[in-house]
């Protein structure tokens, strides 16, 4: 199924299938959005969107640098900063960024580049947050799988088990707790408005949420399985300014069954209940909590949850539709139990030129107050721009939701967009994707 290619086609779409979105003018994107003694100069988000091509030492290289001066361009209000490691066992990959002391200097210098090159080509500055992970599960710092689990999980593990050696410990997890603590205040020292203590996706943080069968501190009990997040983010509020913004981009909805998921029906099937992630997202409010940025999914087991594909690696059970509208409606739903809380959406790009309009109509009738873009960013680095000055995006540019960054990841190499940034990429992904 392609993605639609007008707003019109898209009400049809939907209205085949049965289902809801919302639609506004593209006009309310331009606002800004005020977030705790933040303000974030319009409502386009440029998602956290890792390229895998940073140094050895987990330092922004070539294409990384690449890859925000583009963004910084491109006029979004808020940059979140992709998944950036906190210890250097938390790696995804070999060249996924690490965040700490003695590298401080490259993240303030590539903090202030983008602030730089916004002001030049815009006027202004986007704000900037940074994601810092443990990815846990799918921890693979030299290259092959050394995963670090908060406990086994049958769905996870049928083909391939898991050692019991690799569920982490308590006093990992609260050595885990006072890294992600350390990296927020490196993270404002370098000079960035705020950072996320990441809790989606089923890395480490997010996969204790559903650690229903796991005993001790962090398991069991919904105050247990929140621990980490909830302590991590206090520590952080602790050491940081009072203007950092402390958030966390989290997973309201797994996909995986009850009980081995977050936001499942307890009935075990894959309905989602959001009542659990109300309660956190109230609790974390109270903590002091400014913004969240709402997504859901798994992209290695269920990458139609988690970023709707008009071409995949499987035929999805559902229409890519389908899960736009759980992201989009679920993120509402949030927002509803806990408004005082600014909330970023996620999957827009399978609405392509659509997107606007459906993103204004949340914001407008109070859905989300912000709009996050993903694969977008790789295939349309200013969409922002085209947005703010013409109502909408041009169809030759937008994101065809074709998986092939996906795919380049996966393959171990350095994703980006090999359609619409083929000078680049193409290369790359022809190497990979003919094998
Ligand atoms: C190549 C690639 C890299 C990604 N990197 C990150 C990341 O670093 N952190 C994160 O939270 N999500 C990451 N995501 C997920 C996206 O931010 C986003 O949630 C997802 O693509 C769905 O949004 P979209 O439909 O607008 O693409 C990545 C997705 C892709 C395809």
Redesign the pocket.
């Known amino acids: 199924m392609a993605i639609p290619k007008t707003a019109e086609e898209l009400k049809t779409m939907a209205e085949e299938l049965g289902l809801a979105f919302r639609y506004g003018d593209a006009a309310v994107l331009a606002s800004p959005c005020q977030i705790g003694a933040k303000t974030a100069p319009n409502r386009l988000v440029c998602?956290?969107?890792?390229?895998?091509d940073g140094t050895a030492d987990g330092l922004p290289d070539t294409l990384t640098k690449r890859r925000y001066r583009r963004l910084a361009e491109g006029g979004a209000g808020v940059i979140?900063f992709?998944?950036t490691a906190v210890m250097e066992e938390a790696r995804a990959n070999p060249r996924q960024l690490y965040l700490n002391e003695s590298n401080l200097d490259s993240f303030r210098r590539q903090a202030e580049a983008i602030r730089e090159d916004a002001f030049r080509a815009n006027g202004y500055a986007p704000l900037l947050v940074i994601?810092l992970?443990h990815s846990g599960r799918y921890s693979k710092p030299h290259g092959r799988p050394e995963p670090l689990i908060a406990y086994h999980s049958p769905v996870y593990e049928a083909e391939s088990p898991i050692g019991d050696d690799r569920v982490v410990t308590d006093d990992y997890l609260d050595r885990v707790g006072e890294a992600l603590v350390n990296a927020a205040a490196l993270a404002a020292r370098a000079g960035f408005d705020g950072a996320?203590i990441?809790c989606?996706?089923r890395y480490l943080n997010c996969e204790l949420l559903s650690a229903y069968t796991r005993p001790g501190r962090y398991g069991g009990s919904f105050e247990n399985r929140t621990r980490l997040l909830r302590e991590s983010v206090a520590g952080a509020l602790q050491v940081c300014p009072a203007d950092f913004l402390v958030t966390s981009?989290l997973n309201v909805y797994d996909g995986a069954p009850y009980p081995y998921g977050f936001g499942m029906a307890a009935d075990g099937s894959l309905a989602f209940d959001p009542a659990e992630p109300s309660a956190l997202a109230s609790r974390l409010a109270a903590l002091g909590v400014k913004l969240l940025?709402i997504?859901m999914g798994n992209?290695y087991v269920n990458?139609h949850v988690?970023?709707?594909f008009a071409a995949g690696p499987y035929a999805a059970p559902e229409a890519p539709l389908a899960g736009?509208a759980r992201?989009l409606n679920g993120t509402a739903a949030l927002k509803q139990a806990a408004p005082e809380l600014k909330l970023i959406c996620?999957?827009?790009?399978?609405l392509g030129v659509a997107a606007p309009a459906v993103a204004a109509g949340y914001v407008e009738s109070g859905g989300f107050d912000l709009a996050?873009?993903?694969?977008?960013?790789?295939a349309y680095p200013d969409f922002a721009r085209d947005i703010l000055q013409t109502g909408g995006m041009k169809p030759e540019k937008c994101?065809l939701?074709c998986?092939r960054?996906?795919a380049?990841?996966r393959a171990g190499f350095t994703?980006?967009c090999p359609v619409r940034d083929a000078a680049v990429y193409g290369e790359i992904a022809r190497g990979i994707l003919s094998r």
């Open positions: 998602q956290a969107m890792e390229g895998c979140w992709e998944a994601q992970t996320d990441k989606c996706h981009r940025n997504t992209p990458p988690n970023r709707p736009v992201m996620s999957a827009l790009s399978y996050g873009f993903g694969r977008t960013i790789f994101c939701c998986s960054c996906s380049i990841m994703p980006g």
